[in-house]
């Protein structure tokens, strides 16, 4: 079910996510605004969604398209629960595909919780924020999968497969629960062994990696993928001299003495988990003289969207009798 806005409504809802009962989608196109109502309501929105648009989600579990190929923004309310903000987060249940995405577009998602994330070829242009993505998995066939970039991200398992000379993948304040090769890590947390195991070892595949200000975690019988790898001002756990990568300002410690509170296995999406003692943050210093790990760097993780959030929206179901619609909007600005 569709509603189309009176154009005062429309620029206020352009940066904002909702808060509702009922699963909404906003779809922002140049200067009109649409409400979709229900559990399809991002599908809705999607369908009728043109390269630039902008679509707005509230809290919910809502369906997906067969896949998203068009260069839009997706914002979410969340990809975990936010008492604060009286939000519970909006959730894709189902396998979202994402492909043949030019190169000259670019799909941006925040705040989203994703259960099964599938990136197929021609995927030049991916930025991923502030969202948790349960399993992963990426092909890069004929070198046309170039640029996911992924911002204050978990990301619980998964694997990416036919990655050659060129890092395409790029990690910024994320919390891994892989190592990932060919791609650039920074300020991250990384945990086990790496996505594509069935590469390793074979020659084809150069990969290139590079790992820097980031707290790197070894699993017994993993995968030393980052033995030849550029890794720089990071804490190395788990690591023995004879596989420690040899790069620059590194530090060997014991897991115990890194975090406050985890024991480096499940990956919650409580932040505090994931806050260094006192003596490795003030310590260990990355390359710009911040701590190491998700909480240094230029982008500190944060689970909380960029953006306003809607915490009630209401709409009338008509208008008045001189042409007017009711709307009802209470807004959280940070």
Same mark, same amino acid.
């Given at each position: 079910?569709?509603?189309? =806005?009176? #154009? ?9 996510? =909702? ?8 779809l ?9 109502? +229900? ?6 929105? %999607? ?11 509230? $809290? ?7 896949? =998203?190929?068009? +260069? ?15 939000s519970?987060?909006?959730?894709? !249940?189902?396998?979202?595909?994402? +492909?043949?995405?030019a $190169?000259?577009? *670019? =799909? ?10 599938y ?15 349960? %399993? ?8 046309r ?13 998964? %694997? ?20 990932? /090769? ?5 300020n ?16 084809? %595949? ?22 030849? *790898?550029?890794? @720089? ?7 023995? /001299? ?6 620059s300002?590194?530090?060997? !410690? ?26 490795? /943050?003030?310590?260990? *210093?990355?390359l ?6 998700? #909480?240094? +760097?230029? !982008?500190? #993780? ?14 009338? @179901?008509?208008?008045?009798? $001189? ?12």
């Open positions: 079910m569709k509603r189309t =806005l009176l #154009f005062f409504v429309c620029t206020l809802l352009c940066a904002n996510v =909702l808060f509702a009962q009922e699963q909404l989608a906003v922002r196109h140049n200067d009109s605004t649409s409400v979709f109502y +229900g559990q399809t309501a991002f599908v809705q929105a %999607y369908t009728a969604a043109t390269h630039g648009d902008i679509i707005t989600l509230s $809290d919910g579990i809502f369906s997906v398209p067969d896949s =998203l190929n068009k +260069g839009i923004t997706v914002r979410g309310n969340g990809a975990v629960a936010d008492t604060a903000r009286r519970t987060g909006t959730y894709f !249940m189902e396998r979202v595909q994402i +492909g043949n995405l $190169d000259s577009l *670019q =799909l941006n998602v925040e705040g989203i919780y994703f259960e099964d994330l990136i197929q070829n021609r995927v030049y242009n991916l930025n991923i924020t502030r969202c948790y993505i349960d %399993y992963i998995v990426g092909f890069a066939s004929n070198d999968f170039q640029g996911l970039n992924a911002v204050n991200c978990i990301i619980n398992s998964g %694997y990416m497969s036919g990655f050659t000379n060129t890092p395409w993948l790029n990690y910024t304040n994320c919390i891994l629960k892989q190592i990932p /090769s060919a791609a650039v890590c920074n991250c947390i990384l945990i086990g062994s790496d996505y594509n195991t069935s590469n390793t070892g074979n020659s084809s %595949y150069s990969r290139i990696a590079q790992y820097n200000n980031c707290i790197i975690i070894k699993k017994t019988n993993s995968n030393d993928t980052i033995l030849n *790898q550029n890794v @720089n001002n990071s804490v190395l756990i788990g690591f023995t /001299s004879s596989d420690s990568p040899a790069s300002g590194n530090v060997a !410690m014991s897991l115990s003495d890194v975090f406050e509170n985890w024991d480096g296995e499940s990956l919650p999406t409580d932040l505090e988990t994931y806050v260094l003692k006192s003596s490795v /943050s003030d310590s260990i *210093q990355s710009d003289g911040s701590e190491v790990g998700i #909480f240094g +760097g230029f !982008m500190p #993780f944060d689970w909380r969207p960029s953006y306003s959030i809607i915490k009630r929206f209401n709409v009338a @179901n008509r208008t008045t009798a $001189d042409g007017k619609l009711s709307v009802d909007i209470e807004v959280i600005s940070e």
